[in-house]
T-cell receptor, first 113, second 113 residues
C-alpha cells in the first residue's frame, strides 16, 4: 500500500459526459501528479501540482483539467469524453517538487462507451 | 526528438536466474534515469534511480547500469523470484523538462517455474 488513495476504482460512462477523479496523496506529500495509462500509449504524464499550484504540464488535453485543494487532495476533471479517453488514470504523490520516487495510487479505470 | 524506449516488450526468465531488462534513451540532457515496476492491477512502484554522472548503482537484488556512450540503460535483477513478475518501465528526468518524468513503454517480465 503506497498510502495514495484514488476514487472511484472503476468508472463507466458515455461519450460526451464529464467525470471527476479524486486523489488523496500520502500524508505530508506536497506534489501530486496525474498520469494516463493506455495500452498503446504507455504511461503518459498529464499534470503536476505542488502545494496547490500547477507546476508542470504534459500532454494534457484541453478537455481535461485538474486542481489541488488546500488540504492537498487533487481532482482530475475529464469532459466531453471520447472513446479514446478510456484508460487507467493514476495519481502519484511525492514529498517535494522534484522527486524521482513517486508513490502511485491504485488507479481509476475509466471506460467510455 | 526525445524518446525513452525498451528493446524487448516481453522477457521470460527461469526462476533463480538473473534478469536483464534493457532500455535505450535519446535525451543526452537527462539528469536521472529511473526504473519502476508495475505488478498486475497495481500502480507503478519505484525501484531505483541513477544519476547521469554515474555508471552503476546497486540496490537490494537490483543493479542499474548506465552507458552514456551508447545511451543505454539496464536493470539487472539477481536470483529472479516469482514476485518479480511485472512490467518494468525505464524513465528519465531532466531539469530542462520542468521536472516531468518521461516513462518508456515497458517490458513484461515472465518468471518460468
Amino acid at each position: 500500500d503506497s498510502g495514495v488513495t484514488q476514487t472511484p476504482k472503476h468508472l463507466i460512462t458515455a461519450t460526451g459526459q464529464r467525470v471527476t477523479l479524486r486523489c488523496s496523496p500520502r500524508s505530508g506529500d506536497l506534489s501530486v501528479y496525474w498520469y494516463q495509462q493506455s495500452l498503446d500509449q504507455g504511461l503518459q504524464f498529464l499534470i503536476q501540482y505542488y502545494n496547490g499550484e500547477e507546476r508542470a504540464k504534459g500532454n494534457i488535453l484541453e478537455r481535461f483539467s485538474a486542481q489541488q485543494f488546500p488540504d492537498l487532495h487533487s481532482e482530475l476533471n475529464l469532459s466531453s469524453l471520447e472513446l479514446g479517453d478510456s484508460a487507467l488514470y493514476f495519481c502519484a504523490s511525492s514529498p517535494t517538487l522534484r522527486d524521482n520516487e513517486q508513490f502511485f495510487g491504485p488507479g481509476t479505470r475509466l471506460t467510455v462507451l | 526528438g526525445e524518446n525513452v524506449g525498451l528493446h524487448l516488450p516481453t522477457l521470460s526468465v527461469q526462476e533463480g536466474d538473473n534478469s536483464i531488462i534493457n532500455c535505450a534513451y535519446s535525451n543526452s540532457a537527462s539528469d536521472y534515469f529511473i526504473w519502476y515496476k508495475q505488478e498486475s492491477g497495481k500502480g507503478p512502484q519505484f525501484i531505483i534511480d541513477i544519476r547521469s554522472n554515474m555508471d552503476k548503482r546497486q540496490g537490494q537484488r537490483v543493479t542499474v547500469l548506465l552507458n552514456k556512450t551508447v545511451k543505454h540503460l539496464s536493470l539487472q535483477i539477481a536470483a529472479t523470484q516469482p514476485g518479480d513478475s511485472a512490467v518494468y518501465f525505464c524513465a528519465e528526468n531532466s531539469k530542462n523538462r520542468d521536472d516531468k518524468i518521461i516513462f518508456g513503454k515497458g517490458t513484461r517480465l515472465h518468471i518460468l517455474p
